[in-house]
């Protein structure tokens, strides 16, 4: 079930005395420095959410899926003759192993009725820092009447600030939270628009639930074991995380001819990270555990493997060298950010100390700073250029006799009002 600041500058053309300079330097120093270390935090928090997941997961199974709960459903029912006539007769099923189609690791096992084929696609491009791979396995019957898709776990943010879609920045694909019902929901709309009608909205199983929640819990847990030192590392920072109830969906569809079943289980966490520097940053980090689609050409089809769709998800599983792997590169990716950020940190730190004891001179900052004041040219009508006392411009109009400084001061007007003590400044052409 796969889918795919303004700056603004303003500038005093008035002569601003050196040490307020400073100050406003040092202050967007100070202020860019708490920037940093926030992002740094950020990125750290979010390699906790997957390797607690992969933990939490190999212990308690929840990397298996759950046979589902298809008692009463008007749809893979099977009359009592029908049942009895296949225990009779019996059926072969056939174990089955699929290697990541990258990494060449065994991803995806199971057991599948004698005549299924099954394969796997590989996505290690997913911009996750949590989980940065999908497996989708797909197992179609023997007459290709019939396709199973299971997807692995999926990752996203939820976080206002952020327009939704792939960020780089935070190697995060931002996307609304969304209940299991409302993410079957979704894939239906986005893949087949209102052509899918619903047909049922299936009973939740509680048991599947309360392990989602365990599973929960057990990372907000040790997101806070992990992150306790953000509320004591004397930058003014508070971190709180909560977990948010888990839901689950299981629905049936109808799209023309075609008969459907799409399940999921969905997980998350709140967290919000507070300074007095800059705004509050609440993410909404959401897991979708597993995404499973049934679909048949019709009705008959649909009911006739309906019970070999049931067995085969009952009897599958990712394994633990596919979370192995999962948790392995989010941790790389996360090193990789934690150390780019850390470094930024420590040179704004390092800059901040440095920059108040220095004589410093920036070509740069000297030539952006003529070229802004240079726009205003056109509200100065015929201008004259003096060259001051440094070696610096200072424009006045042409209707002023001259200018003449004083140190930090500067009089502009007619020569026979120079006051005492200040010198006159030749014009610079």
């Not at 929840?62 to 059926?91: A, F, L, R």
């Not at 047909?199 to 392990?211: A, F, I, N, R, Y």
Request: glycine share 6%.
């Amino acid at each position: 079930m796969e889918d795919n600041n303004n700056l603004k500058i303003e500038n005093d053309t008035s002569n601003e005395q050196p040490n307020k300079k400073s100050s406003k330097r040092v202050s967007i120093i100070i202020i860019s420095v708490v920037v940093g270390i926030v992002v740094l935090i950020g990125v750290f928090l979010l390699g906790r959410f997957t390797s607690n997941f992969t933990e939490f997961s190999v212990k308690k199974g929840i990397g298996k899926y759950i046979e589902p709960d298809v008692s009463g459903n008007d749809i893979g029912d099977n009359k009592q003759d029908n049942k009895d006539e296949k225990i009779k007769k019996g059926k072969i099923y056939n174990k089955v192993a699929l290697n990541d189609t990258q990494a060449r690791i065994k991803a995806f096992e199971g057991l599948i009725p004698e005549g299924w084929k099954a394969s796997i696609k590989s996505n290690w491009n997913v911009v996750s820092s949590n989980v940065p791979g999908v497996e989708s396995v797909t197992l179609v019957s023997p007459d290709g009447k019939a396709t199973i898709v299971i997807d692995s776990n999926q990752a996203f943010v939820e976080n206002a600030q952020y327009s939704e879609g792939v960020n780089y920045d935070y190697y995060s694909t931002y996307l609304h939270y969304m209940t299991g019902d409302e993410f079957v929901q979704y894939y239906m709309d986005l893949t087949y628009g209102n052509s899918a009608q619903l047909l049922k909205d299936m009973e939740d199983d509680t048991d599947v639930l309360e392990q989602a929640d365990a599973c929960t819990n057990a990372l907000v847990e040790g997101l806070k074991a992990s992150s306790s030192w953000i509320n004591y590392s004397g930058y003014g920072l508070n971190y709180t995380v909560t977990p948010v109830k888990a839901t689950m969906s299981k629905r049936q569809y109808k799209i023309g001819e075609k008969n459907m079943e799409g399940s999921c289980v969905i997980i998350g966490v709140d967290s919000l990270l507070e300074t007095s520097y800059v705004p509050a940053n609440k993410n909404r980090d959401w897991e979708v555990l597993y995404s499973i689609v049934y679909m048949a050409d019709d009705k008959e089809t649909f009911d006739k493997y309906y019970d070999d769709y049931n067995f085969i998800v009952a009897n599958s599983q990712f394994t633990t060298d596919y979370y192995a792997l999962v948790e392995y590169v989010a941790s790389s990716i996360v090193n990789t950010y934690a150390q780019y950020y850390a470094e930024k940190s420590k040179a704004g730190l390092e800059a901040m100390n440095n920059y108040i004891n220095s004589n410093y001179s920036s070509t740069t900052s000297q030539s952006t700073n003529e070229k802004v004041m240079e726009m205003w040219d056109d509200y100065i009508k015929d201008v004259d250029c003096y060259k001051t006392q440094e070696g610096n411009k200072i424009k006045t109009s042409i209707f002023n006799d001259t200018v003449a400084q004083n140190g930090d001061s500067f009089y502009v007007g007619t020569k026979a009002g120079i006051p005492n003590g200040y010198t006159e400044l030749s014009k610079s052409y």
